[in-house]
């Protein structure tokens, strides 16, 4: 069905995806799987459609990470990502539209163009609205139908916030269970794949199959503490309820920017919990205030370093003018082909922010702005961590230990494409994610209600402890 979809070109109008993988290698997939279903070898994923945001390799599939400086390049290796999707059957049909390089949060600083949010049609107004990002394209082909789910990065909010614009489940686990391994890094220390799908028990499986430790390929892939977190998942269903689930409310989370909608549904969340027995207490993540700028200086300093590859010989796009300057020999002709090539293969937001790293890395500012940005980081961890222990609810005597935390995934719901936010208010929609990046600590973002005011989608974010990625699962499938 998504394929027959698709071959109308009804996607063409969201540009959900870069590339699409032709139809006569999709039909043979599909042909293959439907033997191993009529033989009993069927797989787990076996004939299931995927797509895969823009910045996972995919052998002999373009992988552009939405740049120009990548715009041809066809990768002669799996990602870990891809690889066990396709070991468990998936069709991969197609590489997702992102923001350029996955810095951003709207999916509009791309080379090939804005992500429409398929919400935008149904939604009052019927201005084209943003799917969010920067795994917009991955986020909007889930929500319109075109895949059962699909698999996006975070590393500051890139799954969860997309996710909660077009009103599907976006996961992003723990830092280190799944593989980075063919996902271009954007901020290593941060950069977590994840996935999108339509329900938690999708989300589960998905997870089930893509967590497992790659150390071949990985130095920060780590042996997670499930054997199987879809079996762990299945089992809290059978055992537990929401009477034995303690909520977090962080107040620090309440920011003027917050939209009263979200504010209401996140009031109502808590009233609902407590109806059916859930305990709720609030606590405090005092460094929250913290986390904005210090993530944009460590995202950026490792943005800065990770894409000095991209220089037009060992990777990306090589400037014409660059054939002359190459005769001039390894001097000054040598340097104005990096620069050209450079000039020319990255955007705007990505010469900022490279720009912005390399300052905040420089001999005479790396005291003041990276390191204080690190020590700003161990802060917040141990902020979460306190949460978790029960050392940290200030109104509650009992230092209750908190499993779940709950809070809006964003400020606002999807805002309109043509609204040309200023970057402050762009990184501002950040605002809420970040701290779970910062902390390595799983977090998901649910879909919950529709917009009164705009009839577009609204979410909320839970966050648990560290390789608390099953509970975080059995928590957001009981609150949706
Ligand atoms: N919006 C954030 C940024 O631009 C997060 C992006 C992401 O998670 N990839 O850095």
Known sequence: ESLLKINKGSHNRLNCFITLEDMHTLDSAIKHSQDRYNNGTERRLEGIPIALKDNYTTKGIKTTCASKMLKDYVPTFDSTVAKLLKDEGAIIIGKTNMDEFAMG?????????????????????????VAGGSSGGSAACVAADYVLASIGSDTGGSIRQPAAYCGVVGFKPSYGTISRYGLISYASSLDTPGVFSKNVDDASLLLDILIKQDMDHDATSISSPFKSIDESYQNYKKNKSIKDLVFGIPMDYLVKELDQEILDLWKKVVDDIEAAGGKVVPVSLPHTKYALPSYYLLATSEASSNLARFDGIRFGHRASSSTNQADEGWGQGLKQMYKDNRTEGFGEE?????LLGTMALSRGSIDNYYSKAQKIRRLISQD?????????????PTQIKVDVIITPTSPTGAFEIDSHLDPINMYINDIMTIPSNMAGVPSVSIPLKLSKKNNTPLGLQLISKRLNDDLLLFASDLVM
């Open 105 to 129: 949060s709207s999916s509009t600083s791309g080379y090939f163009g804005s992500v429409v949010n398929p919400w935008s049609e149904k939604s009052k107004e019927k201005k084209e609205l």
């Open 350 to 354: 990505v010469k900022k922010r490279i």
């Open 384 to 396: 979460f961590k306190s949460v978790f222990k029960g050392t940290n609810t200030p109104q509650d």
